[in-house]
């Protein structure tokens, strides 16, 4: 879910990556709302967020963020 109404007014797209590798890709379709699927590899597996990117139209980066850092960071 998108709490900032600037970011959310123009989210085209999210992209998410899980720590076992696999990629996820949805549209918000004009919503600030986006439910993906947390696939698994093999059935015990328990995936956990690594990225997420959230994109505008023409493919801009409105925000992403890391596992890896302590806070998320947002690239307007």
């Known amino acids: 879910m998108i709490m900032d109404e600037k970011i959310a007014s123009r989210a085209v797209e999210a ?4 720590n076992n590798g ?7 379709e ?3 709302l986006l439910l ?3 696939t698994r590899k093999y059935f015990w597996q328990k ?20 596992a890896s850092l302590d806070v ?3 690239r307007e």
């Open 36 to 38: 993906l699927p947390a």
């Open 15 to 18: 992209r998410v990556v899980l």
């Open 47 to 66: 995936p956990t967020l690594k990225i997420i990117e959230i994109y505008g139209e023409n493919n801009e980066k409105l925000y992403w963020w890391h």
């Open 30 to 32: 004009g919503e600030n």
């Open 22 to 28: 696999v990629e996820e890709v949805g549209f918000f």
């Open 72 to 74: 998320a960071v947002n």
